[in-house]
C-alpha cells in the first residue's frame, strides 16, 4: 500500500529528536548474489517499524544534507578512493558537533552499502547516524534493465540491489528513513547515448514505483524521492512535468526533488529557482546538490567552489532552497575533518549553517591568479559559452569557440605585469594531439611565452612556468592550431611573482 509523503512537512511536524515508540517485526529477506555476494542468502531480522525525522527549528524545518564519498575501489569511471577520513565521521566525540547539529540527513551511497562496507563499518556508521538523531538516508538506482537497454547505465541498478541495500541496513541494526533516487528519469528517458531506453516519463513513474513498493515492504515509513541532472536538453517543464507524471501514475508525490546541477548552463540559477518555486506550489520541496568540479586541483578549490555556487544562487533567488544537499562522488574533498580547520568537507557544512557570507573563495587565493575577472575576447563563441568563462575563477564553465582551430582567446591584465606561471584547463572532448602558442602583449608587440605540442584531455590542466619571470606582459593570448575538437577552455589563469 502506497501513501502520500512529504519530507519537508515531516520535518516540520517532527520536533524532537528523541526516537518514538516503535513497534518491530520480522522479516525474511531474499537477496540475488552481488559481485562480492557469492550465493543468494536468507536472513531474518527484527527492525523498527516507524520513522523518525528530526526537525532543526534554527533552519525553520529546511533540510541539509550531507552525502561524503566513502573510499571505494578504483576503476575507469572512478579513478578515486572518496574521503581518507570518511570512518571517522563515525567515531565518538568527531570533531564536526556544529554540522552534525545543523543537518537532518546523512545520505550514504547504495553501492557502498551494497558491496564496499564491511559489516563492522555499516554497524558503527548506522549506530552514529542514529545517535546523532539523523534520518539515514541511502542513495539508490531503481530500475531493472530490460534485455535491450539500459545495462550499464546510471540509474539501472535495479530492485535486486535494493533489496540488498535493505538487507545489510537491516543486519547491521539499522532502518532506511530516506531513499533518494538515482536520476531514474533523465537516463531512462532523456539520455541518448549507448544502451539507451527512451522510455515514456509515464512508464519511468510506473517503474519507480514498483521500487518503491519493495522498499516499502522491508521500511513501511521510508520516505522516497528523486535526484535528476539538469544538462541539455532538459529544460524546466521536464522536471515540472516529471512530477506531475510521477502523481498521475502512482496517485502520491515523490517527497522531493533535488537537482544535480550543470554547472556551465548559462542560467543555471535562475532555472533552478523556477523549479523550486513550482515545487513549493506543487508540494514537493526541491533540493540543489552544490559540489565544486570534477577538475579542481586540492580540497580547497573544490570546497571554495562549492561554497561560491551557494552564494550565487543566494545572491539570486534572496533564499536557499527548501533542501540544501552537500555531497561528493568526485576526487575531492579528500578529507572530511575536522570542522574547525579549513578545507575539509564538514568545514564547508558548519560554514554554511552559521555564515554564509563566509564561503568561497579568500581573498589570498583571489589575489593569486591576476587573470580573474579580467577584460577577455575571443576570436569565436559558441552562445551561453563567451569568452568571461576562462577568467570566472570557476573550473565548472567553459568558453567554446563554437568550432575547431584556428581559434584565440586573449585576456588583458591590469598593466605590464610580471608572470610565473600559467595554467590553462582544457574543456577537450575527444583527447588527443593539439597545438597551441601562447604569446605575451610585451612592449607594443606579442612575444612567445611557450608552444605546447602534445596530447590534451579534457579538464587535464597544462601548467608553464617560467624558467625566469616573463616581464612587463600587458596581455596573454593562447592561439590553437591543431585540436580533433571544438576550441574551448575551462580556465586560463595567470600568476605574477617579483
Known amino acids: 500500500m502506497t501513501r502520500r509523503v512529504a519530507l519537508a512537512a515531516t520535518l516540520l511536524a517532527l520536533a524532537s529528536c528523541a526516537p ?4 518491530t517485526r520480522a522479516t525474511t529477506v ?5 559481485p562480492d555476494v557469492t550465493e543468494a542468502t536468507t536472513t531474518t531480522v527484527t527492525t523498527p517499524s516507524t520513522t523518525t525525522l528530526p526537525a532543526n527549528p534554527d533552519l525553520g524545518g529546511d533540510a541539509v544534507w550531507f552525502a561524503p564519498l566513502p573510499p571505494m575501489p578504483t576503476d575507469a569511471g572512478r579513478p578515486f578512493t572518496g574521503s581518507d577520513d570518511f570512518m571517522d565521521l563515525f567515531q565518538p566525540g568527531a570533531p564536526w558537533e556544529g554540522a552534525a547539529a545543523g543537518i537532518q540527513v546523512f545520505k550514504l551511497y547504495g553501492e557502498w552499502v551494497a558491496y564496499h562496507a564491511t559489516p563492522d563499518q555499516l554497524r558503527t556508521a548506522v549506530e552514529a547516524i542514529r545517535d546523532r538523531g539523523l534520518a ?4 539508490a538506482g531503481p530500475l531493472d534493465p530490460p534485455p535491450e537497454c539500459g545495462n550499464g547505465i546510471e540509474g539501472f541498478a535495479g530492485t535486486d540491489e535494493g533489496a540488498l541495500i535493505a538487507n545489510r541496513i537491516m543486519e547491521a541494526g539499522g532502518r532506511i528513513d530516506v531513499i533518494a533516487l538515482d536520476e531514474p528519469l533523465y537516463f531512462a528517458s532523456v539520455y541518448d547515448g549507448e544502451q539507451a531506453c527512451h522510455w515514456d516519463p509515464a512508464h519511468v513513474a510506473a517503474e519507480v514505483g514498483e521500487f518503491i513498493t519493495l522498499m516499502r515492504s522491508f521500511f513501511p515509513d521510508v520516505v522516497v524521492g528523486d535526484i535528476e541532472p539538469t544538462p541539455n536538453p532538459t529544460t524546466v517543464g521536464t522536471y515540472t512535468g516529471w512530477l506531475e507524471t510521477f502523481r498521475e501514475v502512482n496517485g502520491y508525490d515523490l517527497a522531493f526533488l533535488h537537482l544535480d546541477v550543470d554547472w556551465s548552463r548559462d542560467g543555471w540559477p535562475a532555472s533552478s529557482a523556477e523549479i523550486v518555486g513550482f515545487g513549493t506550489e506543487f508540494g514537493v520541496p526541491i533540493g540543489i546538490i552544490f ?3 570534477h577538475s579542481d586541483p586540492g580540497d580547497d578549490r573544490w570546497i571554495a567552489t ?5 552564494k550565487e544562487y543566494l545572491g539570486g533567488a534572496g533564499e536557499p532552497p527548501p533542501h540544501v544537499i552537500f555531497q561528493s562522488w568526485m576526487d575531492h574533498p579528500d578529507r572530511a575533518l ?3 580547520e579549513a578545507w575539509t568537507f564538514t568545514s564547508l557544512v558548519h560554514t554554511y549553517l552559521s555564515d554564509p557570507s563566509a564561503l568561497g573563495f579568500t581573498e589570498e587565493m583571489l589575489a593569486s591568479n591576476i587573470a580573474l575577472g579580467r577584460p577577455v575576447q575571443a576570436s569565436a563563441a559558441e552562445p551561453g559559452a563567451g569568452p568571461e568563462r576562462v577568467v570566472d575563477g570557476d573550473a565548472g564553465t567553459h568558453w567554446s569557440a563554437g568550432g575547431g582551430p584556428p581559434q584565440w582567446v586573449e585576456i588583458t591584465l591590469d598593466g605590464p605585469s610580471t608572470l610565473t606561471a600559467i595554467r590553462l584547463t582544457p574543456a577537450q572532448f575527444p583527447a588527443g594531439e593539439t597545438t597551441h602558442r601562447v604569446t605575451g602583449w610585451i612592449d607594443g608587440d606579442y612575444v612567445e611565452l611557450a608552444e605546447i605540442v602534445s596530447t590534451t584531455s579534457d579538464g587535464e590542466a597544462i601548467d608553464l612556468t617560467a624558467s625566469s619571470p616573463w616581464q612587463g606582459v600587458e596581455r596573454i593570448r593562447v592561439e590553437t592550431s591543431a585540436s580533433p575538437s571544438w576550441v574551448a577552455w575551462y580556465e586560463i589563469e595567470v600568476f605574477s611573482g617579483p
Do not use: F
Not at 20 to 23: E, K, L, P
Not at 306 to 310: K, L, N, S, T, Y
Open 291 to 293: 559540489t565544486g568540479n
Open 20 to 23: 518514538a515508540d516503535t513497534a
Open 338 to 340: 575536522p570542522e574547525d
Open 306 to 310: 562549492a561554497g561560491e555556487r551557494v
Open 136 to 139: 539515514l538516508g541511502v542513495e
Open 30 to 34: 531474499d537477496v540475488t548474489a552481488s
